[in-house]
């Protein structure tokens, strides 16, 4: 962990080199989050509910997904660009060195101007919170935390699926955003109010809803079973078939040279 946040500290002062750079990006990440926010605002000024959930609540469930999204995205990038590396070449000179593949890929890139998008959450949840009317008793502080930890986990996964399959296609595959940035548009709501079908390939497919859902019904009351709250720490099981085709292809990589 030293050595980790060593690096972290080293892509830090490299992106600071250039301030400007570095704040006008987090800014358009910011804007680009608050544009979903004014689409959300612009919809309960007509109106007033959807499928029974008010404003904040929206705003709670938009926070959880946004936040969750905005952290992976900044801290586990290198498995978003990993095609790069393969690409480049670059992959040969992590496979040589004595470090593990992932720490390395880890450590490769760290997108700090995401703190746009984190800020964004940010707001939307200290707005919500108060304003939700829900207890925020010892239990659901604990649920929403599991909430954030649990979407980490699954975007993580999803991001390391999409390195894996790099191994087989080199270039990245764009269907993939359909469920790292689809599933964070998607998020923007309970995952309820797109359809049964929907929320199923959610639930069972891409688990999204286990941190995202069903633990919601327990924060916002509409559930009284405390075992819907544990759900996202399924998400960290996600992520072991993920990281199992990740070595699969990494055994099966054949350089594309320099």
């Not at 705003?59 to 590396?85: A, K, Y």
């Not at 670059?90 to 984190?118: A, M, Y």
């Not at 399924?234 to 078939?241: E, R």
Request: proline share 3%.
């Amino acid at each position: 962990m030293k050595l980790y946040f060593k690096f972290v500290a080293m892509q830090l002062k490299c992106q600071m080199q250039y301030k400007a750079s570095f704040f006008m990006m987090a800014l358009g990440q910011f804007l680009v989050s608050f544009t979903a926010f004014l689409s959300i605002f612009f919809l309960f000024t007509r109106f007033h509910t959807v499928q029974d959930y008010s404003f904040s609540e929206i705003l709670i469930c938009f926070s959880v997904i946004l936040t969750s999204f905005s952290l992976t995205e900044c801290f586990v990038r290198g498995f978003d660009v990993f095609p790069r590396l393969i690409q480049s070449g670059n992959l040969d000179r992590i496979l040589v060195r004595p470090r593990g593949e992932i720490f390395q890929v880890l450590t490769s890139t760290i997108e700090f101007s995401r703190v746009g998008r984190f800020l964004q959450a940010a707001a939307m949840l200290i707005y919500a919170i108060p304003a939700s009317g829900i207890a925020w008793t010892p239990d659901k502080i604990f649920t929403l935390l599991l909430m954030l930890i649990g979407g980490i986990a699954v975007f993580s996964g999803l991001f390391i699926l999409y390195a894996a399959l790099s191994f087989f296609t080199i270039e990245g595959l764009e269907f993939m955003n359909i469920f790292t940035d689809g599933s964070r548009e998607f998020g923007r709501y309970p995952l309820s109010v797109y359809g049964e079908g929907i929320l199923k390939f959610y639930t069972y497919i891409i688990p999204i809803a286990l941190f995202q859902y069903y633990p919601f019904l327990y924060l916002i009351g509409r559930s009284d079973d405390f075992r819907l709250s544990l759900l996202p720490l399924l998400g960290f099981l996600f992520v072991i078939p993920c990281y199992a085709f990740f070595r699969f292809g990494l055994r099966h990589y054949q350089s594309t040279g320099s």
